[in-house]
């Protein structure tokens, strides 16, 4: 797996939904924040104990929600 791409495919069929939203939002720890020159992701682990690495905009969550912001210190995720 390589860390630096985004979760799941992105041409995924409609109605299918990735690992990071089969899970609550506060089912998630954040474990790294990596910062580079162009874009800043997060480690996130989730109540399994499986690692995913998340960018800004990837989906999160039953809610439907997505990482709004990245900062050092935490992950912002909206929800709907």
């Given at each position: 797996?390589?860390?630096f ?50 960018a ?17 210190a935490s ?6």
């Open positions: 797996r390589d860390p791409k985004e979760p799941g495919d992105r041409l995924q069929k409609i109605g299918q939904i990735s690992d990071l939203e089969k899970y609550d939002t506060t089912d998630f720890k954040l474990i790294a924040v990596m910062t580079g020159p162009k874009k800043i992701r997060a480690m996130i682990k989730d109540s399994a104990g499986k690692v995913h690495t998340v800004v905009n990837a989906r999160v969550g039953k809610r439907k929600g997505y990482v709004r912001k990245i900062t050092t992950v912002i995720v909206r929800e709907v």
